[in-house]
C-alpha cells in the first residue's frame, strides 16, 4: 500500500523559515512533487525533483526562497522554506509520479502525479 505522510507545518511570522518532511512507504517512485493550495483556488505546483538524478524545478514565486531535497536511505522529501511570505499560507501538498519520463513542464502539472498525501497547512502571519 502507498502512503504518503507529510509533516511539519504550522504557524510562522514572515520572513521566517519551516521545513516540510513527506515520508514515502510502498514503493518507489521517478519524481516527487510539493504543491500547495489555498481555499477557493486551484492546486498550484511549488517544487519538484527527480528522484535518481536529484534534477529539480520551482515555480518562480519560491524560487531562491524554497529547497527541495530527498534522502533515499530514509525514503523521504523534505521541502525547506526560507524567507516565507504571507502569499506563501497555504495547505501543501506531497505528490509521488511514477513514471519517469515526464517533462518538466508536466511534472508541473497535477496530472502528472499518481499519489498523494493528506496534506499539511503552513500559515505565515504578517
Known amino acids: 500500500q502507498v502512503r504518503l505522510v507529510e509533516s511539519g507545518g504550522g504557524l510562522v511570522q514572515a520572513g521566517g523559515s519551516l521545513s516540510l518532511s513527506c515520508v514515502v512507504s510502498?514503493?518507489?517512485?521517478?519524481?516527487m512533487g510539493w504543491f500547495r493550495q489555498v481555499p477557493g483556488r486551484e492546486r498550484e505546483f511549488v517544487a519538484t525533483i527527480r528522484w535518481s538524478s536529484g534534477s529539480v524545478d520551482y515555480a518562480d514565486s519560491v524560487k531562491g526562497r524554497f529547497t527541495i531535497s530527498r534522502d533515499s536511505a530514509k525514503n523521504t522529501v523534505y521541502l525547506q522554506m526560507n524567507s516565507l511570505k504571507p502569499e506563501d499560507t497555504a495547505a501543501y501538498y506531497c505528490?509521488?509520479?511514477?513514471?519517469?519520463?515526464?517533462?518538466?513542464?508536466?511534472?508541473?502539472?497535477?496530472?502528472?502525479?499518481?499519489?498523494w498525501g493528506q496534506g499539511t497547512q503552513v500559515t505565515v502571519s504578517s
Open positions: 510502498g514503493r518507489t517512485f521517478s519524481a
Open positions: 505528490a509521488a509520479a511514477p513514471f519517469g519520463g515526464w517533462s518538466r513542464t508536466r511534472l508541473r502539472e497535477k496530472l502528472s502525479y499518481e499519489y
